[in-house]
């Protein structure tokens, strides 16, 4: 097992401290043995989901055509690593200091010996076929740069919001199939030469957030080939709560996803953020506006009901599915939180776009009346050579 730290890389990293653009990375050296895909997975415990989704990964190993390593990067000071980790394809790399998942990948990333870097989150469990799925697509596709796959629709864990939100996931990648200008880091495949090509994972983030989907718009922007491939698949064990949920939507999706989407002064058309989504978003604010309108004005609800039909026929598939799954009692309970998910995440696109361009609009006037300051002092100057001397 080959042990790596942020401090005896060959390329001494001096990657923990955050900048402000993604840098240019040196490849790691490659042994003699010539390595297919590195799966890299971050974690800040060796227990937990973490074990696991790596002991399912490791045993998809034997199940492969492909050339195989692991490396398992740890986000932090590490405790003694496992024994059952002790494996000549496995590799540990240790960020020493807890630093973030953007600082971790990238890490690992150098360190990696394969043609593939195929990114695992801790707590995803893979397919049987996963790994020789992403293998094959490559393989099959030179011009194939990035791929990612979608959650199955069997939930790991129980309880509304943890369903809900993991069928929710599966619904959107499985209805978005081909060609995409994003990327997810949760089980996404893409080729080590395009990776570095790009800089790698924005380290500004330093916490989980958009930062995967902020390297695919870029890799896109660079002419990269990502395609969506829902036949990869992989089973999500995180647990959600309500709170849980509104807190990563609203702080560590919707805001910076906002951000994003202005900086690059484009607003994609896939995945949640579709024509259906949009539609979507305004009919449930409209439809909040008008239940808060009717405890005033009655026939209000007449609008609220149009407003939610048409929410269900946006979304009859997910609901259909959801009522499969879970029964018709899930799937109206679904609906109340997609309506919400759709609430809050509509309004905070709105508050930080207005408050983005507030910002820029202050910013653009104070540079402007800096810039008129020397023009006016020139002219005063100028009038002034103009006047008698004092005295006379």
């Known amino acids: 097992m080959d042990k790596v730290t ?5 390329q001494k990293l001096v990657s923990l401290q955050f900048d402000a653009a993604p840098r240019k990375r040196i490849p790691a050296a490659q042994d003699a043995r010539q390595i297919d895909i590195s799966v890299i997975m971050p974690t800040i415990f060796w227990s937990g989901t973490f074990e696991r ?24 000071a590490p405790p003694p690593t496992p024994a059952w980790l002790d494996r000549p394809d496995v590799r540990i790399v240790t960020t020493r200091t807890q630093s973030g998942p953007a600082v971790a990948r990238n890490l690992a990333a150098d360190s990696a010996r394969g043609e593939i870097l195929f ?73 080590k030469t395009a990776f570095l090509d790009v800089g790698g994972f924005d380290e500004k983030y330093a916490y989980p957030s958009v ?3 902020e390297l695919g718009m870029r890799v896109a922007a660079n002419g990269g080939k990502i395609v969506l491939t829902p036949e990869v698949r992989c089973k999500h064990l995180k647990h959600w709560t309500l709170t849980s949920m509104v807190v990563t939507d609203i702080v560590h999706r919707a805001t910076p996803w906002t951000r ?3 900086n690059s002064h484009k607003l994609p058309a896939t995945l949640n953020l579709d024509w259906r989504g949009r539609l979507s978003g305004i009919c449930s604010v409209l439809l909040a506006a008008c239940l808060a309108v009717a405890v005033f004005v009655p026939v209000a609800l007449w609008a609220a009901l149009a407003c939610g039909l048409v929410l269900v026929a946006l979304n ?20 109340a939180l997609h309506w919400l998910y759709f609430v809050y995440s509509s309004l905070t696109f709105g508050v930080v776009t207005l408050h983005e361009l507030w910002g820029r609009s202050r910013r653009s006037v104070e540079s402007g009346a800096n810039a008129l300051q020397p023009t006016a002092a020139i002219m005063l100057a100028a009038k002034a050579s103009d006047l008698p001397p004092f005295g006379q």
């Open 6 to 10: 942020a401090h005896d890389t060959d």
């Open 53 to 76: 989704c790596a002991r399912r990964l490791l045993s998809l190993f034997n199940e492969t055509t492909a050339n195989m390593e692991a490396v398992f990067v740890f986000d932090g």
């Open 119 to 191: 990114f695992v989150d801790a707590d995803v469990e893979l397919a049987a076929d996963a790994i020789e799925r992403v293998h094959a697509a490559f393989a099959a596709d030179p011009d194939l740069v990035g791929l990612f796959g979608a959650y199955d629709d069997e939930p790991a864990v129980g309880g509304l919001a943890s369903t809900f939100r993991n069928l929710l996931h599966h619904h959107t990648h499985v209805s978005n199939p081909g060609t995409a200008g994003t990327f997810w880091s949760g089980c996404g495949a893409m080729r």
């Open 260 to 262: 994003l989407i202005i």
């Open 316 to 335: 009859s598939g997910f609901y259909g599915l959801c009522a499969r799954k879970r029964g018709v009692g899930f799937a109206v309970a679904s609906f």
């Open 211 to 213: 930062e995967d989907i």
